[in-house]
């Protein structure tokens, strides 16, 4: 291209794939786990208005400014590009540059990356897979890898999105940004129990499992925000709620397309909240670092079972006394909370989940050695 003209789209296509169609023990290990988190279902009500963000403190605010640690943002789209999800796609088309404008207004936000996965399904219920935009900071790029986008197709009601959540977790992440998926769909994955008109009823022909996606992006360090788009039946809901949950991250079912943005800016504030509670977690973990190398001191011998029974006792001590740490300094965390329909990021009391997670940044991006 001319100096003049954008870069090329690097809209990467998907072919079908070639591993031979999921056994029967994908389907059974489905039912089996949705039985164990079908509790997971209960409690679901539709998503019906947002309200404003709470805003940050100027101390926090202060404080924040010059730690290297904050403000990196990786967000990445995976949506369902088939037939019934036009309305929603026409949102986020619309909306884009409105995205990432109210991201890069977050006063902590340094830098915002968006990466773009749209998937169908495998044939002959689709000829498209998925289809892959690599993260990129570029607007235009972004803008008309966005536009790109249309919804067609799709044969049967599941679709591939394993395939969706396998592109998702192979994007470029970069280790020191706070990292989320969004998931938007109206359609559950192949092989769940359940769902009627299932063409791969053994689930995805790509041989992979939603679940093994989602246990990865979590290793990861990437919240999961599943959007669910008018998705009805237990199972389904299950599944995508279960997607959130193992992901620390938070179904949403909304009922209106004008919520999405809403949704979006919300995920990207408290994955970047994320980032300076783990701020807070290594300052306390730095003053009192004498007392808690001596919790995990260890004996020469640690192959036996009690030293791994040691090992769990010293990490829940060490994670009980930096939560205590962090309330007695009154710390707080913001949190996408949904209440009677009402959907809103707060403050709250942090929580010993919060700082198992902050823990696990840290110890992922080898700032700590405990």
Not at 123 to 141: G, I, L, W
Not at 155 to 162: A, Q, V
Not at 287 to 292: G, I, L, M, Q
């Amino acid at each position: 291209p001319s100096p003049t003209e954008p870069p090329p789209l690097q809209r990467m296509k998907r072919p079908p794939s070639a591993v031979t169609p999921a056994s029967a023990w994908l389907r059974r290990d489905t039912q089996a786990f949705i039985t164990q988190i079908g509790n997971l279902a209960s409690d679901v009500s539709n998503v019906s208005s947002a309200t404003q963000t709470q805003e940050y403190p100027k101390d926090i605010l202060e404080w924040a400014k010059d730690r290297s640690g904050i403000g990196r943002v990786d967000l990445a789209f995976v949506i369902d590009e088939t037939g019934s999800m036009g309305s929603w796609i026409s949102q986020v088309q619309s909306e884009v540059l409105n995205i990432i404008q109210k991201i890069t207004d977050h006063p902590m936000c340094k830098d915002v990356r968006i990466g773009l996965v749209g998937y169908r399904d495998h044939p002959p219920q689709d000829s498209m897979v998925a289809e892959v935009m690599p993260f990129t900071s570029d607007k235009s790029t972004i803008t008309r890898g966005v536009q790109a986008m249309y919804a067609s197709g799709g044969g049967d009601g599941p679709e591939c999105m394993t395939d969706g959540m396998y592109e998702a977790v192979h994007l470029d992440w970069r280790p020191s940004a706070a990292k989320a998926v969004v998931v938007i769909t109206d359609a559950p994955p192949h092989g769940l129990p359940g769902s009627h008109g299932d063409g791969f009823p053994n689930g995805c022909p790509c041989g992979r499992h939603w679940y093994t996606q989602a246990a990865s992006l979590r290793e990861m360090g990437v919240a999961c925000y599943t959007v669910g788009c008018g998705l009805y039946g237990a199972d389904m809901i299950a599944c995508y709620k279960a997607i959130a949950h193992v992901t620390r991250g938070v179904y949403v079912p909304l009922s209106s397309t004008s919520l999405l943005v809403a949704l979006i800016v919300g995920a990207a504030e408290v994955e970047i909240d994320r980032q300076r509670v783990a701020e807070l977690v290594y300052d306390e973990i730095q003053a009192r670092k004498d007392e808690f190398n001596a919790l995990f001191k260890r004996s020469n011998n640690n192959n036996n079972d009690s030293d791994d029974a040691d090992s769990n006792a010293q990490e829940e001590s060490f994670i009980s006394a930096l939560t205590s740490g962090l309330k007695q300094k009154k710390a707080q965390v913001r949190a996408l909370r949904i209440k009677d329909g009402v959907m809103g990021v707060e403050f709250g009391e942090v929580s010993q989940d919060d700082v198992i997670l902050a823990v696990a940044d840290l110890r992922r991006s080898n700032r700590i050695d405990l």
